[in-house]
Antibody, heavy 122, light 107 residues
Framework: EVQLVESGGGLVKPGGSLRLSCAAS????????MNWVRQAPGKGPEWVSS????????LYADSVKGRVTISRDNAKNSLFLHMNSLRVEDTAVYYC???????????????WGQGALVTVSS | IVLTQSPGALSLSPGERATLSCRAS???????LAWYQQKPGQAPRLLIY???SRATGIPDRFSGSGSGTDFTLTISRLEPEDFAVYYC?????????FGQGTKVEIK
């Protein structure tokens, strides 16, 4: 059974940093592009970042470029999102999601984690 | 590409047919259009990809159609578990984008 479990969310002040993790199981993790997708309260989802199976290709949304870094550890079946210079508008539930698309950054998502809430507030 | 979903909310009874629309600001390449269902407190669930292909385990009462800039999700007969928010997503042009959602609520 495919499982994705996020951790690391919480309350952080504007300008602060946070590291999200996603533990994957039930599939060959290194064979899939993985993504972070966020959803602000009452809004539709927003793609944040993608990383290919062996980290050869990485893409970021313009809204987070320069402030976040996606990475993965295939030996530990784990995906990460390091977020810096956080803003109030980064407040959202952050999901890790498995990608079935043909190209990195142009995929659809067949499995999602339960999400990690990130709240940026003073 | 901006995706505009309509209506914003749909009030229907179990057993009725639901028709949800997703309109793109530009043509979506090669029918790279997906639909998701989301219930309160849960992650989105993939229903349809490639505009009309059902994901694994999705009942055949869900169907997708359309091309270019106009896409439709149809639920032929609403079951109690189908009342939720539905999102479309295009993944043919970078960055992939989602619509703002259509809420299907019980009448």
């Amino acid at each position: 059974e495919v499982q994705l479990v996020e951790s690391g969310g919480g309350l952080v002040k504007p300008g602060g940093s946070l590291r999200l993790s996603c533990a994957a199981s039930g599939f060959t993790f290194s064979s899939y592009t993985m993504n972070w997708v966020r959803q602000a309260p009452g809004k539709g989802p927003e793609w944040v970042s993608s990383i290919s199976g062996i980290s050869s290709y990485i893409l970021y949304a313009d809204s987070v470029k320069g402030r976040v870094t996606i990475s993965r550890d295939n030996a530990k079946n784990s995906l990460f999102l390091h977020m810096n210079s956080l803003r109030v508008e980064d407040t959202a539930v952050y999901y890790c999601a498995r990608d079935l698309g043909d190209y990195v950054g142009l995929g659809y998502f067949d499995f999602w984690g339960q999400g990690a809430l990130v709240t940026v507030s003073s | 590409i901006v995706l505009t979903q309509s209506p914003g909310a749909l009030s229907l009874s179990p057993g009725e047919r639901a028709t949800l629309s997703c309109r793109a600001s530009q043509s979506v390449s090669s029918i790279y259009l997906a639909w998701y269902q989301q219930k309160p407190g849960q992650a989105p669930r993939l229903l349809i990809y490639g505009a009309s292909s059902r994901a694994t385990g999705i009942p055949d009462r869900f169907s997708g159609s359309g091309s270019g800039t106009d896409f439709t999700l149809t639920i032929s007969r609403l079951e109690p578990e189908d009342f939720a928010v539905y999102y479309c997503q295009q993944y043919g042009s970078s960055p992939g984008t989602f619509g703002q959602g259509t809420k299907v609520e019980i009448k």
